[in-house]
């Protein structure tokens, strides 16, 4: 399948699906009241992470070849959508959250996913130790997770950031032959213009901690790949 294929696919269901996750949203109260540090004039349903989600790995199904760290970015990513579904819903105070998110990046490590050596200019190639590594992987995670979810405050930003990124990551995947990335990278760029579609000034729609923080965390399981 082609990466433009890829593109389109994540594009049409997360255009489809969006409206359904505002219909969702009003459904379950997962509503951003105006007042605080929010700025927009009327209440916006907040769970169009889930068809950002959808969109993402409906056309990802589709790939052929599915390796273990395609199936480690689905286990975790799944993870760490329910664990922003939940905050959406309920709340989740930010030292539990922060918690949940360091389980979400571990199980990254469970795949295969590792960063055994390190090239720096002047210096080369320095091997680094395994306690290190999962040190770096995880931190590596956490931090564009919350990269990502601290972006989310104005209209199409995060999204708009994410789209751009993916596709930088998806032409730099392709560069260097990693095939399986470029179309992971391509479908989430897909799936955040299909987003923004509905997240343009004014909103309709927010992306919530569920949309913020699982497009961090495949950005950030992705680039380690």
Partial sequence: ?????????????????TPVSVILAKKWGAIDYPGGRHIHSKPIP?????AI????????????GWDMYIWGLFIGSTFMLLVGLRDDMHGIR?????????I???????????????????????KI???????????????LVNTVNISDGLDGLAAGICFGAALLLSWSAHRIGQENAAHLTMALAGAALGFLFFNFHPAKVFMGDCGSMFMGYIIGGVSIM
């Fill in 1 to 17: 399948m082609s990466y433009w294929l890829t593109f389109i696919i994540a594009v049409a269901i997360a255009v489809t699906l």
């Fill in 46 to 50: 907040r769970l169009g992470g889930l």
């Fill in 53 to 64: 989600y959808a969109g993402f790995w409906i056309a990802v199904a589709m790939m052929r």
């Fill in 94 to 102: 930010p030292l539990p959250k922060l918690v949940w998110q360091l």
């Fill in 104 to 126: 979400a990046a571990s199980v990254l490590l469970f795949f295969g996913f590792q960063v055994n050596t390190l090239d720096l200019p002047l210096i080369g190639t320095l």
């Fill in 129 to 143: 130790p395994r306690v290190v590594e999962i040190l770096f992987i995880v931190f590596w995670v956490v931090s």
